[in-house]
């Protein structure tokens, strides 16, 4: 038996698992491509704290609506109209949905129980912030990835500062600056998937979980999920796509080995390329914002030795000043509501950029932290 808990925009179900319970959450707003919501957010905060302490539900399975997303990232739309509405903020809605989003993903990094992510189709911004945060990540013939956040004037967020600087050489880095679509073989490549499954075997990953020994042991518990992954994983190998990173992973490093974050971005800029790949994401930080492009780096940089609870304090201390300055604003107006992907950027160049107001995105903007009681 299946029991249903409905909501508009996530379906839970707890479905019988030979005596246990698999938790299945339904990301399930297929017209946005699953686009994450504040009420969204909430929904999976408050579902995943009470399946933690349920004995019943052993594990949990978390996949989108339709075949084109798993989830297309945060509604960016409406962090954009919580921006105009109050510029130089306080802006209440953006700045509730970053903390509270950002602690969802805490959760889900530091969730006991096997948590499976189907991730099928677009994954992208928060919806590789859920991904990426869950224990057993699975990625399909169609997983495209992507974090172009430099091109609204944000930043690789959700998380992005944790495992972006854990990705192999300056390949974290390289995604972060041009925002370069990625696939199911470079997720696992740069470490934010752990399988490529073949998306035509879901219901049947789906069915053998549900008849596992599953125990009150946690540990051996993952151990059950590993033993159902791996055959599937297994048979879909002559199905995963070829990676983009890994053989580019060589001029990556030569295109980061700048003398600073000036000269990186003039050398990703500047190249004369044929490589579809590498221009593209050439085109993307050509076309992004430069004041972007400098947080961005700096962000990774200020973060590269940090614990998962202080990357978390340290993303939202930035996001918040992010949605409070008009360069976001502007950036998403550009690309997603007038569309006319002209943006009016305030610094033509990354030189250009003074020091200071570079120095105000790194400066906490309340007296405390709304993320200050994580870990």
């Not at 019943?56 to 609506?65: P, T």
């Not at 974050?261 to 190249?271: F, L």
């Not at 492009?293 to 930035?318: C, K, P, S, Y």
């Amino acid at each position: 038996m299946e029991k249903l808990l409905m909501s508009d925009s996530v379906l839970f179900a707890e479905l019988d698992a030979a005596g246990s319970k698999v938790g299945r959450v339904t990301l399930s707003v297929a017209a946005t491509l699953n686009s994450l919501t504040l009420e969204m957010v909430d929904l999976l905060q408050a579902k995943l704290d009470v399946w933690a302490n349920d004995d019943n539900i052993v594990a949990v399975f978390i996949e989108g609506a339709g075949e084109k997303a798993f989830c297309a990232g945060g509604d960016v739309q409406a962090l954009h109209q919580s921006a105009i509405d109050k510029p130089g903020g306080p802006c209440d809605y953006a700045e509730a949905f970053f903390a509270r989003e950002y602690r969802m993903n805490y959760t889900l990094h530091t969730y006991a129980k096997p948590i499976v992510c189907w991730g099928h189709g677009i994954v992208m911004g928060g919806g590789l912030g859920v991904m990426a945060g869950c224990s057993h990540r699975v990625v399909t013939e169609r997983t495209r990835i992507a974090m172009p956040e430099v091109t609204i004037a944000l930043f690789p967020d959700v998380g992005g500062s944790w495992f972006l600087n854990h990705a192999p050489g300056n390949t974290g880095e390289f995604l972060a600056l041009t925002g370069a679509s990625i696939n199911a073989a470079d997720a696992i490549y740069i470490g934010i998937a752990d399988r490529f499954i073949a998306s035509e075997h879901k219901d049947a990953v789906i069915a053998e979980l549900l008849v596992q020994p599953w125990t009150d042991d946690v540990e051996k518990n993952h151990a059950q999920v590993r033993h159902v992954l791996r055959p599937f994983a297994e048979q879909s190998i002559t199905a995963s796509p070829a990676g983009q990173v890994e053989p580019h992973a060589a001029t990556i490093a030569q295109l980061l080995d700048g003398e600073d974050v000036h000269d990186i971005i003039d050398r990703i800029t500047s190249q004369d390329t044929d490589d579809p790949w590498l221009a593209k994401a050439r085109d993307s930080l050509q076309q992004g914002s430069r004041l972007a492009a400098l947080w961005i780096h700096r962000q990774l940089w200020e973060t590269r030795h940090m614990g998962l609870a202080d990357i978390f304090r340290a993303e939202v201390q930035l996001a918040t000043n992010i949605v409070r300055h008009p360069e976001f604003a502007e950036g998403v107006r550009a690309l997603l509501i007038d569309k006319d992907r002209n943006p009016v950027w305030q610094y033509p160049s990354s030189r250009d950029v003074p020091g200071d107001v570079l120095d105000g995105f790194f400066t906490a903007p309340w007296d405390s932290n709304p993320l200050a009681d994580l870990g």
